[in-house]
């Protein structure tokens, strides 16, 4: 609260100064108009990212599972994320645990590290749920581990706007998601993944569950077609290139000799 009320107080300082507001979510936007930080002088312009080797990639998903070590049988769900409070893992732990009571033929990967590793090793040695998990740290080629994905899940507590679910739903991964607005300004329930409590750990389990089950389920949110254009880098420059252009902020045009 305490670091949060010193944003929010640098922000009302900068407003007074700044010209124009890029916002990355509409929940931002929100929060910037209830904190009066902003009217209209802003634009939405997502956070984009180079999209292409998600849509194109072309792999040996088998080779994958064999370098994590994970049977060929089992249902993988995996978590794109660093190692911070901000992303839940604890959450996920407690719900993982829950699954896995249930159904052990399931392997959870977080591809992320950080500062909470040891604790989160800890947590899943003390619950015996360590073989069920594999923490591989940071990943470069992150399309590859997404591929093997049966399920993307966020447990995050709190989001702008999360480029992992964006990357999940390029590769076509059926998602669920923490009912925050930013994960909700991706996921849309029921149609390409599902939202649920993140603090209601028996129906978020439940919900894991019944898409482990329902293949259908997973055919029909897999299919889903999505919008994603907005979120590539390129579109995103465009945009970035057309608004400073706009707002005559010193670009000038070349003179021909």
Not at 27 to 42: G, L, R, Y
Not at 67 to 85: E, L, M, S
Not at 102 to 121: C, P, Q, W, Y
């Amino acid at each position: 609260k305490i670091k949060n009320s010193i944003y929010i107080s640098i922000e009302k300082i900068i407003s007074k100064i700044n010209s124009h507001f890029i916002f990355v979510s509409k929940k931002d936007i929100n929060t910037a108009m209830k904190h009066k930080f902003t009217k209209n002088n802003f634009t939405l312009i997502r956070s984009g990212f180079p999209i292409k080797k998600f849509l194109e990639w072309r792999g040996n998903k088998n080779i994958i599972k064999e370098k994590y070590k994970i049977p060929k049988d089992h249902f993988i769900c995996g978590v794109i994320a660093p190692f911070k409070p901000q992303k839940g893992l604890f959450h996920l732990i407690n719900i993982a645990e829950i699954v896995i009571k249930e159904n052990k033929n399931v392997v959870f990967i977080i591809a992320g590290d950080g500062s909470l590793r040891n604790k989160l090793t800890k947590s899943l040695k003390e619950k015996g749920l360590l073989k069920y998990f594999r923490l591989p740290g940071f990943i470069d080629d992150v399309e590859n581990i997404i591929s093997i994905f049966d399920l993307g899940i966020s447990t995050a507590l709190w989001e702008g706007l999360p480029q992992s679910l964006i990357q999940l739903r390029l590769m076509k991964k059926t998602v669920i998601a923490s009912d925050i607005p930013g994960n909700k300004e991706v996921i849309i329930d029921g149609k390409n993944g599902f939202t649920h409590n993140i603090n209601d750990y028996k129906g978020f389990s439940k919900k894991i569950l019944s898409i482990i089950n329902n293949n259908k389920l997973r055919n029909k949110t897999d299919n889903y077609k999505d919008n994603l254009t907005n979120w590539d880098a390129d579109y995103m420059v465009k945009e970035q290139e057309l608004l400073y252009k706009s707002l005559n902020l010193g670009f000038k045009k070349n003179k021909k000799k």
